[in-house]
């Protein structure tokens, strides 16, 4: 039996349930998501594609359109068979998490409910099976859909391919509402790039089969504000697309941005005290004195503020030329920088110092025989928070929050403003260090590997300065000296006469 599609039956329904959640302590739907919700339901098309800032909303607001729709939507299935609602997802834990909001909700509903695996049955007359499935085609077929939700759509990535596979996806996902006419999809995500399908289907717009929203973090969730996003978020490139929903262009020129004119010290930093820990960070390079590539370093503090604070301070950088055999380019760091930079040091057998991985287990052991003690930094993974584009990304908000600070160095400046960010269909960033005659910026990849150990450090404090004794100051401690000295003298000759003369003060 065909379901009679009633949308302003359903969207009632939906406010009461709202209402029951709230009395619960659950927030409010928002008013941009209830005219969003409206507008859709009400306009008869079958997808829905959401373009909206970070914590705006888009999870909470989607169950509740969801477990509405189990409830009280216009669908029907025969019998022996069970109605699918999927959510689609990079990958289950993200999906999880809306089963996890699904259940909350059915429990302050009291609908009856079966919770098993990736699954929650709904019981009663209306068979509902929420389930969650990963972002591939396998995951997506061989069930009934009476609605259907992608989230996150613009950040997918095949584990296969590394490319965002959500064309396909949604192209395989589709014929499972084919029987169901009023059954909808809802893409929805938080912008990325300008290249994927997500993006695609909402630049093309409102038309016959579609229609599309566009909102800011602050817009769809008002208990969050623009000034507090941009607080959570000084980095202006980053800031429009995540909070503010615009995307950005698939290769940045110049990743750094307003970061490396934030950062740069306008004042020599004062004297290197005794006391401050200093950090030495390199980027090894051994292939001889024709090839492009250099052998980078730097020198690097973190150091405590009056206000508390910290600041992380690029003391010394630079980048040579491998014109050295790997253990003599291991001396010049020991000589040239540790020694340099410390020269009160000089004594200790070993200094310490941080390399990437590239040519850093190679040399270790020449390091050692050199003075140095290399602790070789893996950082290639780019989703692990240790990894090279996390620390690219932890050290350009250090710079724009003016947590770090780098030397008016032209050679440095100029390296940093050549570094480009280029995003994949798949939603992953990639940061590319262009290759020149002059190097492949080596003083860069040092300074981020550097500074973003530095970061995690505690800061440290220069020792007390030993005070400056005046001339009465040394006079009045040599007559003590003496006295003292004329004292001891009395006590070896005669005890029991310094004694009687001690206790009858003479």
């Given at each position: 039996m065909k379901a009679k599609h009633d949308p302003?039956?359903?969207?009632?329904?939906?406010?009461?349930?709202?209402?029951?959640?709230?009395?619960?302590?659950?927030?409010?739907?928002?008013?941009?998501?209830?005219?969003?919700?409206?507008?859709?339901?009400?306009?008869?098309?079958?997808?829905?594609?959401?373009?909206?800032?970070?914590?705006?909303?888009?999870?909470?607001?989607?169950?509740?359109?969801?477990?509405?729709?189990?409830?009280?939507?216009?669908?029907?299935?025969?019998?022996?068979?069970t109605a699918v609602i999927?959510?689609?997802?990079?990958?289950?834990?993200?999906?999880?998490?809306?089963?996890?909001?699904?259940?909350?909700?059915?429990?302050?509903?009291?609908?009856?409910?079966?919770?098993?695996?990736?699954?929650?049955?709904m019981s009663g007359d209306r068979r509902v099976l929420f389930r969650v499935a990963t972002c591939s085609v396998s995951g997506t077929v061989g069930f009934t859909s009476v609605a259907c939700f992608a989230d996150e759509m613009a950040r997918w990535e095949s584990r296969d391919t590394a490319a965002n596979p959500a064309r396909e996806v949604m192209g395989s996902l589709r014929p499972t509402m084919a029987t169901q006419p009023h059954a909808f999809e809802v893409c929805s995500s938080s912008p990325w790039s300008e290249e994927d399908y997500h993006h695609e289907l909402f630049t093309a717009g409102d038309g016959e089969h579609q229609v599309t929203a566009h909102a800011a973090t602050w817009e769809a969730n008002p208990t969050l504000s623009e000034e507090t996003t941009r607080a959570l978020e000084p980095d202006q490139r980053v800031w429009l697309r995540e909070y503010a929903a615009i995307p950005g262009?698939?290769?940045?020129?110049?990743?750094?941005?307003?970061?490396?004119?934030?950062?740069?010290?306008?004042?020599?930093?004062?004297?290197?005290?005794?006391?401050?820990?200093?950090?030495?960070?390199?980027?090894?390079?051994?292939?001889?004195?024709?090839?492009?590539?250099?052998?980078?370093?730097?020198?690097?503090?973190?150091e405590a503020r009056n206000d508390n604070g910290r600041i992380t301070r690029v003391r010394g950088i630079g980048a040579w030329k491998p014109d050295r055999t790997p253990f003599e380019m291991a001396r010049r760091v020991r000589s040239e920088v540790c020694d340099t930079f410390e020269p009160?040091?000089?004594?200790?057998?070993?200094?310490?110092?941080?390399?990437?991985?590239?040519?850093?287990?190679?040399?270790?052991?020449?390091?050692?025989?050199?003075?140095?003690?290399?602790?070789?930094?893996?950082?290639?993974?780019?989703?692990?928070?240790?990894?090279?584009?996390?620390?690219?990304?932890?050290?350009?908000?250090?710079?724009?929050?003016?947590?770090?600070?780098?030397?008016?160095?032209?050679?440095?400046?100029?390296?940093?403003?050549?570094?480009?960010?280029?995003?994949?269909?798949?939603?992953?960033?990639?940061?590319?260090?262009?290759?020149?005659?002059s190097g492949h910026c080596d003083r860069v990849a040092s300074l981020v590997l550097g500074a973003s150990i530095a970061l995690s450090w505690s800061p440290s404090t220069a020792e007390p300065a030993k005070p400056v004794l005046t001339r009465e100051d040394r006079w009045r401690l040599a007559a003590i000296r003496e006295i003292g000295e004329k004292r001891r003298r009395e006590w070896q000759r005669s005890p029991v006469a310094a004694m009687r003369k001690a206790v009858n003060g003479r």
């Amino acid at each position: 039996m065909k379901a009679k599609h009633d949308p302003s039956g359903f969207l009632a329904r939906l406010a009461v349930m709202d209402r029951a959640l709230v009395a619960a302590g659950w927030p409010p739907t928002s008013p941009w998501w209830r005219a969003q919700i409206e507008r859709f339901f009400r306009s008869g098309r079958r997808r829905w594609v959401l373009r909206v800032g970070r914590r705006g909303g888009k999870s909470s607001t989607l169950c509740r359109v969801a477990v509405a729709w189990a409830l009280w939507g216009s669908w029907s299935v025969p019998p022996g068979d069970t109605a699918v609602i999927p959510f689609v997802s990079i990958d289950r834990g993200e999906a999880s998490a809306r089963l996890h909001t699904i259940k909350e909700i059915l429990n302050v509903l009291g609908v009856a409910f079966d919770a098993r695996g990736e699954e929650i049955a709904m019981s009663g007359d209306r068979r509902v099976l929420f389930r969650v499935a990963t972002c591939s085609v396998s995951g997506t077929v061989g069930f009934t859909s009476v609605a259907c939700f992608a989230d996150e759509m613009a950040r997918w990535e095949s584990r296969d391919t590394a490319a965002n596979p959500a064309r396909e996806v949604m192209g395989s996902l589709r014929p499972t509402m084919a029987t169901q006419p009023h059954a909808f999809e809802v893409c929805s995500s938080s912008p990325w790039s300008e290249e994927d399908y997500h993006h695609e289907l909402f630049t093309a717009g409102d038309g016959e089969h579609q229609v599309t929203a566009h909102a800011a973090t602050w817009e769809a969730n008002p208990t969050l504000s623009e000034e507090t996003t941009r607080a959570l978020e000084p980095d202006q490139r980053v800031w429009l697309r995540e909070y503010a929903a615009i995307p950005g262009g698939t290769v940045t020129e110049s990743w750094f941005g307003s970061a490396v004119d934030a950062a740069i010290e306008k004042e020599p930093p004062p004297p290197l005290a005794r006391g401050i820990r200093v950090l030495y960070a390199i980027d090894p390079a051994f292939d001889g004195e024709s090839s492009p590539d250099r052998f980078g370093w730097a020198c690097l503090t973190s150091e405590a503020r009056n206000d508390n604070g910290r600041i992380t301070r690029v003391r010394g950088i630079g980048a040579w030329k491998p014109d050295r055999t790997p253990f003599e380019m291991a001396r010049r760091v020991r000589s040239e920088v540790c020694d340099t930079f410390e020269p009160d040091q000089k004594g200790r057998e070993l200094a310490h110092v941080y390399s990437d991985q590239y040519e850093g287990h190679s040399w270790t052991e020449l390091a050692r025989q050199a003075g140095l003690i290399v602790e070789v930094v893996p950082w290639t993974g780019a989703a692990n928070d240790n990894g090279r584009t996390a620390r690219f990304k932890s050290v350009r908000t250090a710079m724009l929050n003016g947590d770090l600070t780098i030397p008016n160095d032209p050679d440095l400046i100029r390296e940093l403003r050549s570094v480009r960010g280029v995003l994949a269909p798949s939603g992953v960033e990639r940061i590319e260090l262009p290759r020149t005659a002059s190097g492949h910026c080596d003083r860069v990849a040092s300074l981020v590997l550097g500074a973003s150990i530095a970061l995690s450090w505690s800061p440290s404090t220069a020792e007390p300065a030993k005070p400056v004794l005046t001339r009465e100051d040394r006079w009045r401690l040599a007559a003590i000296r003496e006295i003292g000295e004329k004292r001891r003298r009395e006590w070896q000759r005669s005890p029991v006469a310094a004694m009687r003369k001690a206790v009858n003060g003479r």
